[in-house]
RNA sequence: GGAGGGGUGGCCGAGUGGACGAAGGCGCUUGAUUCGAAAUCAAGUGUACCUUUACGGGUACCGUGGGUUCGAAUCCCACCCCCUCCGCCA
């Protein structure tokens, strides 16, 4: 089977040793279900050795013991000396110098487990729910349910490419020649639609009660390890060196790092966030795929839905499925084709547990392809990110999170021109986005 | 970019080598008082990991990481962040 990612284990820095932070599942969890969790990855396609983590988990704990049981003499000893008498003293404190030599190479051991075994329960993903098919790639996600129809052209449609060009909305040689290959540069009438979409989508979004955000778009390692898209996904990322700061590739990243190391106050629960952001995606290995038009490029625009709720698998699903209904609404709103597809095992990312694909009629494409993802984590986020609330016995326990695609642009724009084009190579403006667009109905090449 | 100041518990704030997981205050919880409340008094009030059937015990955490020491919130080094002034700047 192949694997999805390189992993480059490099630069993953850990917790210190004496304070090993919930990072990943529970350990416990994984001890007691390791067979679950093995299979999951295979299922997921990710590689990680689950006996050899439970390997190291062990010699991590029997170290942490003997260590421990040190550092308490050590501060006995420690504490002694003070009140010793002049006659005990030399002795305690040789004492104390022994203690001192044991702990430095057996801590260095301790040390030494610990960051491989950190390291590997970073990659250890999390369990796919029952429902989700088991499967390899988008052949295999299971469509659940289609609204609306692919539009019966009476003349040779047009692709979104071929629109851009004619229309001077899209323009990608201009753009390449500034900023390389999967660049392009909307204008006119194209920076509008996009422009207008965004504004639908956070309409949508300020009336469902969420909460608008615009957050840092450059961010750390930490933001970007705890909402789980490192260590997998670091190819995948810009990286800027001299800051050591990363491009997020959603607003996901700086939505559910709002409230990264603290306690939130059960009554506060869920919490809704919209994020609007430019995304950045270096599409690592996916050279010559897609090239065409403005479906895979390295830098888009997206209103984006985060939800943090308490630890209930019911209530978590419950939101799953309002995510779905906001992005569902757009698409209806917008008058777009599409279908729902549950994403398959492997197409289901590391710290997902369920996965809706909305996919959207691409006439260019002859098929439905992925404009949303709407992705439950349950606690997988949180424990990485140390978000946590208290519960009513007063025990704190990790959040719930979930996030969705509103809007992403300019793949949106791609079934919004093609589908709403004319036989004369104008596109009709949306219903919907017209009072976003100064009232423009149909775009041609002179508006 | 240059010069200086600073990061301690939910908050404020003390602490410059041992009695400090950390004074004191505020806040919060519980109890006493009260018909009830306020005020007052008393007790409690961080996070995580390891261990234990349990009661409990242990370890770590004073921005982060290293070092010195028998012993570090306290001394040394590096980094991060915040504040003030200067420079630059949408």
Redesign the pocket.
Known sequence: MLLRFIVNLGQITT????????IMLD??FIRENAEAVQKAAVDKNFEVDIDRLLELDEER?TL??E???I??R??????A??KASNDERPE??A???E??EK??TMDEEL?EVQESYESLLLMVPNLPAPEVPIGDDDEDNEVIRHVGEPREFDFEPRSHEELGEHLDIIDKERAIRMAGSRAYALKGAGALLEMAVMRLGMDIMVEAGFTPVIGPLMVNREAMTGTGFFPYGKDDTYHLESD?KYLVGTSEVFLVSLHREE?LDPETLPRFYAGKSSCFRREAGSAGRDVRGVYRVHQFTKVEQVAICVADKDKSREIHEKLLGNSEKLMQLLGLPYRVAIACTGETGLGQVIKHEIETWMPSREKYSETHSCSSLYDYQARRSGI?Y?DENGE?QFCYTLNNTLAASPRILIPILEHYQNEDGSVNVPEALQKYMYGMTVITPES
Do not use: D, Y
């Open positions: 917790s210190s040793v004496a304070t090993p932070r919930a350990i416990k704990r942490l013991h260590t421990e049981k550092r308490a050590r501060n006995e000893v420690a504490s000396i003070p305690l404190i004492e104390g110098r203690l001192k702990l430095s040390h050591q306690i946590r208290r704190t």
